[in-house]
């Protein structure tokens, strides 16, 4: 398999767009014409240049309003054919995309059709040129592939072939089923795009909108597989138009559809074990059982601030590491290190955001299956030396400068706690904190489904939908990842506007990954008066809010009473209840917040964010953060 991304897809000038994808580790690239014609250098050179990148060129597109046109448009469509041609042979490509005609004068009927492409099939080998027919989903007579392979069966040329696409396909709702019936050596090339279900004009959908596979919600698996069953062995190319790529870095797009056709492909190989999928192997998709810790940069008062509350929580420090400035916190199974190094990765850490959890650890089935898997996916293992009595523990570089380490069930791995640090004796503490619920990570708006196809692609987690979060000063877009089993959760939040909480944490942080941690308890309750006793202040929330509470919810006079005590947050749904308390804002916007989940409630409390928002952002402005 020839992995391969249209240069339209990437921001840049052309000579950015090649090295972003050569970069990245595509074998080809398409030459979206329009990239051509805005370069300065002659096709010859274009060529050249491209394949001095290491890069084929596996398509030169597009060529529009051929088929069906009559008398003299006919005779000029040809020539301009021709014209193509021409420049095709200087580039050094023999494979050119006609998409389906919108031209107002093009007639109808397929014979006809056909009759032009075998016609033009003969001109076409005369040159060594293949031409691949695309059904546009908004073609003014062709707009199903199922008519565009009928029109190329008919001209029945060896240099006419099928280009299939799967927005094309899909976005008009066609079954990829019936791409099962194609042979594969009369298809020429295969374009892939995803792009999330919105009801809007075909066209402006998919010249603005589309995405990578993976990030929408097109079943661009299915395509795919269909693809493979014909026994195509042609290039897989990626040809996305979209608006935030178009503006994005031409680096991180391009990584990202070599994720994105990477985890596809071995999605595909899985599901049909008797196809040959020219991938290298990987291991599938990791299941996360957990967080096993979580560690902060931070140093001087800050950090004598953060073990405060940490010991206001509950938590108790239970080792101090051999050689290095690092101290362990714990309760139920919640790991929190402290990391006040200055040389190491937290070091730099802390000097660029200030106090930040720099580094996550997570238990997964297998440490080094996780980073194998990330590496075929494009992400760089991550390693730093070692100081005396430390273990190399198998990470990764996760996205936004943080770290992602992995822990497993092995002898070697197991022991790190036990062997790094010194037990200091004082007993875990126990206000009824049991595990890491979830973890929410802050970006802008434009990096999300960068971040979402990260985790998805490497671990077995699903997305939920996307959800709108009203910050009195903005929105805030929220999308949740679960992993299979609920063990890991994590919460992307895309902030549009650095007014917004999310947003200005971004800014006042540059950038830090996280800004929240959740822990679960099994009884709030009990838990906030433990709280209460160690002197902790959660976050105050006003009667208002629990009159509003009361209208919507039946909620008994004694419980409510506490909630108000205690400044519990409330939801529910058909699943259960939910409850959230939230600590005050430190460091510059961080927070933690405390949960109850009663039954399988499966959401995060999101009627309660504009609440929690505007109450931090009282907070914030009487305690004059941000200080930055
Ligand atoms: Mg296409
Ligand atoms: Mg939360």
Redesign the pocket.
Known sequence: MKTSIATVSVSGSLREKLQAIAAAGFDGVEIFEQDFIADESSPRDVGRLIRDHGLDITLFQPFRDFEGLPGAQRTKAFDRAERKFDLMQELGTDLV?F?SSVHPDALGGIDRAAEDFAELGERAAARGIRVGY?ALAWGRHVNDHRDAWEIVRRADHPNIGLIL?S??TLGRGIDPETIRRIPGDRIFFV?LADAPRIDMDLLYWSRHFRNMPGEGDLDVRSFTRAVAATGYTGPISL?IFNDQFRGGNPASVARDGYRSLIYLMDDVRRAEPELTVDLPDMPARVAVEGTAFVEFASRGAEAQALEHLLETLGFAQTGKHVSKDLTLWQQGDIRIVINRERQDFAGTAFNVHGTNICDIGLSVTSACDTVQRATALGSEPFQQPLGPGQLDIPAIRGLGGSLLHFLDGSDRLSAVWASEFAATGTAPGAHGLESVDHIAQTMTYDEMLSWSLFYTSLFDMDRAPMVDVIDPDGLVRSQALKAAGNGFRITLNGAETHRTLAGSFLAESFGAPVQHVAFATDDIFATAQALAKSGFASLPMTENYYADLVSRFDIPEDQLALMKQHNILYDCDDAGAFFQIYSQPFAGGMFFEILERRGPYDGYGAPNAPFRIAAQKRQMRAKGMPRR
Do not use: T
């Open positions: 995309l998409c695309e696409d927005f094309h374009q040809e």
